[in-house]
């Protein structure tokens, strides 16, 4: 479990205002390259997302900029961007600290983790977890996360369809 103090819920509805469309909050990067899901894959989640919900960026100073988001990113405490995302009706992210914290939270969360490390150790069985198993996986933990020698493989192995397939599943709401 996460705990925020009622200071730091206050806060966190004060700082993003009266919104009405629901929210989800999302943080790109990990800081192992070998689980980062490609930026122009973001970009179009983002674009197929905004028109119903209000995306919340969220994570640290490394996070890229993106167009048509609430970008808190790089601009917040770990302790901020919890109570921010203790505001999200859904996280969507890599395999990070701030899938932890959305569990901690009782998030509702949609995982990209590819394969590096396996779900069943890592993941949260509430949780979208979105992996792949192609044979070079789990490399994170066999080869190291410094680089990766097949092109991110089993992060292009998953779409942006099947991204937008777990958010709808989640929020029990139709595209």
């Known amino acids: 479990m996460f705990y925020l103090d009622k200071e730091e819920e206050n806060w966190a509805t004060n700082k993003i205002g009266k919104i009405t469309k629901p929210l989800i909050a999302v943080c790109t990067k990990s800081k192992e390259s070998v689980k980062n ?5 973001w970009v179009e989640l983002i674009q197929s997302l905004k028109t119903k919900f209000t995306i919340l960026h969220i ?10 988001v609430i970008r808190f ?10 109570a921010i995302l203790s505001r999200a009706n859904l996280f969507i992210g890599p395999d990070s600290l701030l899938m932890h914290v959305a569990n901690g939270l009782g998030i509702s969360s949609v995982i990209i983790f590819g394969g590096s490390r396996p779900v069943s150790c890592f993941g949260y ?25 097949e092109n991110l493989k089993c992060l292009h192995e998953i779409s942006v369809t099947e991204v937008l397939s777990s958010v709808n599943r989640l929020l029990n709401t139709s595209k």
Request: hydrophobic residues 25%; contains cysteine; glycine residues 6%.
């Open 59 to 68: 994570g640290d100073d490394q996070e890229p900029i993106f167009q048509d």
């Open 37 to 41: 899901w490609v930026y122009e894959n």
């Open 73 to 82: 990113a790089g601009k917040l405490t770990m302790r901020e961007s919890a």
């Open 125 to 149: 069985s509430q949780n979208i977890n979105l992996a792949t198993n192609p044979e070079c996986s789990p490399c994170w933990i066999h080869k190291g996360y410094e680089n990766c020698s």
